[in-house]
């Protein structure tokens, strides 16, 4: 059998981190199976749904890398399909108007929870025909009243539910919109869906779906029920917890590779193995392999995870992420060292790509002022001297790397009879403004010649009028 899976999220908001793991799951069982991958939106919620939230979902994706084959499909686009279909059900005997009133619903739920008992809807329309006339209704589905619908979950064994316990749910709305339950339906039958990766809070729609199936003679998809995330604390992860977006987590400074990495671990996994690249998680990942548990997102690993990609992707993909919080920062590329080499100087050195953004940014654009600690401690008329001569000695360098710059920075400390540090330490404050940077030889050789020189200038100036003051 050809697997196809989907991913179907509802466009009422962004795609959160909970969505996100569904999705890669759902991905990861098709292309580790040589199967197909659908995107469709399920935007029949039409008050709710925006265009806003379906690019938001798109993008995050397209972000991730979570290409699909089919897609996106949009349900709004389907509703002739799904109206042929209740009115063959109408036919049928299998669906049938209501007339209730939401008074009448409402005193119907009321009166069962007085009683004890779980509130549903009794079934009082379904073998009525004195329908009256210019009255608003729904059509219910006529669920069967005997049996039982079993299905085998991936993740959680099998699962019974006795009909008697599921009432008729309305399948068209009063102003002629057909309901998520019906839809979902008839597009997993349309599009070949085999198996349906999704949250445990579907669970109680899984067997009211499978007698939609059953009365429309469709075949049935295997499911997976994933479990809920939780917080470090516990709780339900929402915002309080941190980011739940997925393109918040781009926006500070997270791979997508990282991301994946942390989200197919969280409620899987395969021995003791941590770090795992696509191609490993397609030829490991199994639905069978999910926990049952709830899992707890733990930042802290996400961000060791992170710091760990940074340092051992090839430098071609970090560059294509980094150049995006550059150019949001809006500082200019053209105007300093390739992307690729900063990553190389910087990645031992942060965790997150907007910090190696932040400590980095002298590369790129000027500054004003120098980290007043810093300048309070290096910038000293002591200094003075050691900059004028490594000036002076740079200045003369024909060949601008970092074995002359390095000797250029020995020569000078020899000459004066000082250490390493009294030169270096003024002489990196003066070029990045800060007391912190790469082995100062590869610093200045990403800095360039013509700005190494214009900014030991600069120091020299704000030394001069501290020595006036």
């Known amino acids: 059998m050809a697997i196809k899976t989907r991913f179907a999220p509802s466009p009422t908001g962004f795609l959160h981190v909970g969505g996100a793991r569904t999705a890669l799951y759902s991905w990861l069982y098709s292309q580790g199976n040589e199967g197909e991958f659908v995107l469709r939106i399920e935007d029949t919620d039409i008050e709710r749904s925006t265009q806003e939230a379906i690019d938001a979902i798109i993008e995050g994706m397209e972000w991730l890398g979570l290409k699909w084959s089919e897609g996106p499909y949009y349900q709004t686009k389907r509703f ?112 070949g869906i085999t198996h349906v990766v999704r949250g445990e809070d579907h669970i109680n729609n899984t067997p009211r779906q499978i007698n939609i199936l059953r009365a429309l003679n469709a075949p049935e998809p295997e499911y997976a029920h994933v479990s809920m995330i939780l917080g470090d604390d516990g709780a339900k992860l929402s915002k309080r917890h941190g980011a739940v ?130 300048a309070k401690k290096h910038l000293r008329p002591v200094a003075k001297e050691a900059l004028d001569v490594v000036k002076t000695k740079l200045e003369a360098l024909a060949d601008w790397q970092p074995e002359t710059i390095h000797a250029a920075i020995n020569e000078t400390a020899e000459s004066l009879g000082l250490g390493m540090g009294k030169v270096g330490m003024p002489l990196r404050v003066a070029t990045t403004g800060a007391g912190n940077s790469p082995a100062l030889d590869i610093t200045l050789a990403l800095i360039g010649k013509t700005k190494t020189v214009q900014r030991i200038d600069q120091a020299l100036a704000f030394i001069e009028q501290r020595a006036a003051s």
């Open 80 to 191: 002739d399909r799904y109206k042929d279909l209740i009115q063959q059900l109408i036919d049928e005997g299998k669906a049938y108007r209501c007339y209730c009133k939401p008074e009448e619903l409402d005193a119907m739920r009321e009166k069962q929870m007085a009683a004890g008992e779980k509130p549903r809807y009794t079934g009082v329309w379904r073998d009525r025909t004195d329908y009256p006339e210019s009255e608003p209704f729904v059509i219910r589905f006529r669920t069967p009243q005997e049996g039982s619908v079993t299905f085998t979950d991936h993740i959680r064994g099998t699962i019974e539910v006795a009909n008697q316990e599921l009432d008729d749910l309305i399948i068209l709305r009063s102003d002629g919109s057909p309901t998520y339950n019906f839809c979902v339906v008839v597009d997993d039958w349309d599009m």
């Open 245 to 374: 977006s997925v393109m918040q987590y781009r926006d500070d400074g997270y791979l997508p590779q990282a991301l994946l990495n942390y989200l197919v671990r969280l409620g899987w996994s395969h021995g003791d193995q941590e770090i795992f690249s696509l191609a490993e998680m397609k030829e490991h990942f199994t639905l069978d392999g999910i926990n049952k548990a709830a899992s707890a997102f733990n930042t802290e690993k996400l961000v060791w995870l992170n710091q760990h990609y940074i340092k051992t992707s090839p430098v071609s993909e970090v560059a294509s992420h980094l150049a995006w919080h550059l150019n949001e920062q809006k500082l200019d590329i053209s105007t300093g060292p390739a992307i690729e080499d900063v990553i190389q100087a910087q990645a031992d050195r942060v965790k997150t790509l907007k910090e190696l953004v932040e400590i980095s940014r002298y590369f790129y654009e000027d500054f004003a002022e120098f980290d007043a600690k810093a």
